[in-house]
């Protein structure tokens, strides 16, 4: 209810932390109502816990009052994976900063509201680094990117975030603290931390993260490629993994993208091309030259006007700033953007690329596109002004044509960004509803009261078989 | 039982098989396709018959002993199903032997990353007991390839999830949970597996300090071997792999020739957090045979029975003090009754029920064999 005066439970929740860290008024519950896409929800009470015994005290307290509980980062998820859809408790993490570097076994134990970059510049004296690195790593939080399972540029050659985590401590829907995996490999039993990975806070809410500590690469080299025609760029991508070679990133821009890029940092991106790729190959000086000798070969073969390598580390980060500052340079072609996240398969890239173009086209859309080629991972972008009316409907109706175009060449509805509420009801394009029960099943085993982040990942009435046999005694432990 | 018996015999006519190794069972059952399987597994469900899933017998000795009443053998789940080389994707049946597979893939220069010395092993057998190869340093372990996976639940749903592409983050992650879950969730009727170029060159180097070696090499695929001697695997372009070879500075040898498990009446691992390896090695007893994964924290051990005796009470003490396990891979049947497979169980056994339940709700699926007894 939109009352500032004090509950039953804002009173349970400042005896659990403190009146500091318990907010009720209008203006906070409208902050953290939302995440940093278009959709709005209904925080009841905001907390920010600073410890694990917190977030724990917090999830029991919310169960007494019969309150759904929402996980927070950063809030710069864009599939409304952090929005509350329901009046509940939004549990902010950001103050749960802690990192302790355990060198030897080149891991850490992270806290979740620690910022993805914080962690690399943390451990870069060490010559190490946390492998994911989303485009928006200078606000994301670790918390965030376990709960979407963070990709990013350099997730084609070291794996999204679940290949980055040892171990999980986190609080269950009874408010107890647990603990999976281990610093050691394969802790017996069922990978439940694994499951954890990419749940988007509606299994458990993670207060620590054992990460993985990849040693940076000994030798890096960056190629910026301008095509002519997108088709010679996606070619050069599959002929670079034809032949053996995964890079540590190959990026594509559509002209439009690559315009608004250049507007805005000025890099000396080649604006007449048609796609633009920046490839990075990294690891022994002898496999860098030879991978990216290869790289701007296979470049050349396929018809590429544009080759130009980064001559220091000033000249790739100038070109990284351009890849990794696009979606700011949209705000530039207009007001308002949507951001989506598909993955076809690599090899569809083309045609589904020519598809995407129409579907703008048919919408009177303006799209921009940026994506991890390598994995296919596209991200369409809709640069618009919400405040001309029926806009913001045009530009959901051409997102939802995006992701069945995607599935229809044998994608997937994300790839980085998560289900959140964005994509829910577009989950049966995938999924049969056997397939959803069995993830909502599965849901159920950590949740059964449904406390955690409600209305999120699956649609209502997923869980819909219930063959009516006996439960064995003692598994409902 | 004589009614039942009649209803499968009428059901599965012409799908008996057999399933060498395996502990007898009143039926034992080769699907032919995953509606089979599906089916015989809600039979089971619906009458409380234990199953157990055979592919090669490879894996067979991890875990609790499951005394079958049927073994539900995966042979005839076989065969590429979809095998896309240029986005680095395959489909296969779960019944399908690693060898087959790599067999395949070499065609195109890949590799699913799957145990180097498979044996008669299946694809879905090498998942289902998280086998991960020596080259898990560089890949990761084997869940880290599952893209998709169908599996015919505990009570006979064919249940997908997860998608043929090589990044998705839409619903849970199903496809990793099968990694390691023996069979205890259901069987893995088909799975869609990250594929890996292989390098255009390879070398072995003896290295006498493996601790070195991990911080010289970069990306090697393994570092293997014991406290003495190990040896570096490296693959990559030809001048990188030469460069590399220098950079260590021991003896090189062209290509790959990996370690086999040692051999001895009991095999299991020891796995510790990676930089305690060598204290793992230093603690075996000299009578049990050992190869070591440097920077993984894994050392693979068999011995006669004596020594295992050794092995199972004092280094796995120490290495659950570490964090890590000390498990059994293979043994005699007297030493299961001896010493539980796994060592003390997890603290979330109320959830790994919970888990297994989801899947199996009638409990069929290798009762006790997780960890725990679950």
Known sequence: MATTASTPLHDDLVSALDASRVRFRAIDRALYAKDAGVTPGDAEVVVFPESAAEVAAVVKTAARHGMPVVPRGAGTGLAGGAVPTEPAVVVVLTRMTGIVVDEANRMAWVEPGVINLDLSRHT?????????????????????????????????????????????????????????????????????????????????IVTRALVKLTPDPPAVRTILLGFPEVEGAAATVSGVIAAGVVPAALEMMDRPMTEAVERFVHAGFPTEAAAVLLAEVTGHPAAVEAEAALVERIAGEQGATTVRTAADDAERELLWKGRKAAFGAVAQAAPDYYLHDTVVPRTRLVEVMTGLYAIAERHDLLMLNVFHAGDGNLHPLMAFDASEPGTLE?????????????????????????????????????????????????????????????????????????????VPDGAWV | ?????????????????????????????????????????????????????????????????????????????????????????????????????????????????????????????????????????????????????????????????GGR?????????????????????????????????????????????????????????????????????????????????????????????????????????????????????????????????????????????DPARTVLTEVRAWSETVGGSTVIARAPDGLYAEFDSWGSPPSTLDLQRRIKAAFDPAGVMVPGRLPGGV
Request: net charge negative; aromatic share 4%.
């Open chain 1, 124 to 204: 870069r004296p060490l010559g190490l680094h946390f492998a994911p690195d989303p485009s928006s790593q200078a606000a994301c939080t670790i918390g965030g990117n376990v709960a979407n399972n963070s990709g990013g540029p350099h997730c084609l050659a070291e794996g999204t975030t679940v290949n980055h985590i040892h171990a999980l401590e986190f609080v269950d829907s009874r408010g107890e603290i647990r603990v999976v995996g281990s610093a050691a490999p394969d802790t017996p039993g069922l990978d439940v931390r694994g499951v954890l990975v990419g749940s988007e806070g509606t299994l458990g």
């Open chain 1, 394 to 470: 045009r530009v959901q109706a051409a997102g939802a044509e995006i992701v069945r175009l995607s599935v229809e060449a044998g994608g997937v509805l994300s790839g980085e960004h998560g289900i959140g509420l964005e994509k829910r009801d577009l989950m049966p394009l995938m999924f049969s509803p056997m397939d959803l029960d069995g993830q909502a099943r599965l849901r159920e085993a950590f949740d059964p009261g449904g406390v955690f982040n409600p209305g999120k990942v699956l649609p209502s009435g997923s869980r819909c078989f219930d063959f009516g046999r006996p």
């Open chain 2, 1 to 161: 039982m004589t009614s039942l018996r009649s209803l499968v015999a009428r059901l599965f006519d012409g799908a008996e098989a057999d399933a060498p190794g395996a502990p007898d069972a009143d039926f034992v059952i080769a699907p032919r396709d995953r509606d089979e399987a599906a089916r015989l597994l809600d039979i089971a469900s619906e009458h409380g018959l234990v199953v157990l899933p055979w592919g090669g017998g490879e894996h067979q000795g991890m875990g609790g002993r499951v005394e079958p009443d049927i073994v539900l053998v995966t042979s005839s789940l076989d065969g590429v199903i979809d095998y896309q080389p240029e986005d680095l994707t395959v489909v296969v049946g779960g019944g399908t032997t690693v060898t087959d597979l790599e067999e395949t893939l070499a065609e195109h220069h890949l590799t699913a990353v799957l145990p180097e010395h498979p044996g008669d092993g299946t694809v879905g057998g090498a998942i289902a007991a998280a086998a991960s190869p020596w080259r898990r340093l560089r890949y990761g372990p084997v869940r880290d390839r599952m893209l998709q996976v169908t599996l015919a639940t505990g009570d006979g749903r064919l249940v997908t999830a």
């Open chain 2, 165 to 305: 592409v090589v990044k998705n983050v839409t619903g849970y992650d199903i496809p990793r949970l099968g990694a390691g879950s023996l069979g205890s969730l259901g069987v893995i009727v088909d799975t869609c597996i990250k594929l890996w170029p292989r390098g255009e060159a390879s070398a072995t180097v003896v290295v006498d300090d493996p601790e070195r070696a991990l911080g010289v090499a970069h990306k090697p695929l393994a570092v293997a071997g014991d406290a003495r001697e190990a040896r570096v695997y490296l693959s990559g372009t030809a001048r990188e792999v030469e460069a590399q070879a220098a950079d260590l500075g021991g003896k090189a040898t062209s290509g790959l020739s990996w370690p086999h498990d040692p051999a001895g009446e009991v095999a299991g691992v020891v796995r510790v957090p990676p930089a305690l390896v060598g204290d793992a090695l230093d603690r075996l007893p000299a009578g049990a045979g050992v190869v070591a994964a440097f920077g993984v924290g894994e050392v693979r051990w068999a011995s006669d029975t």
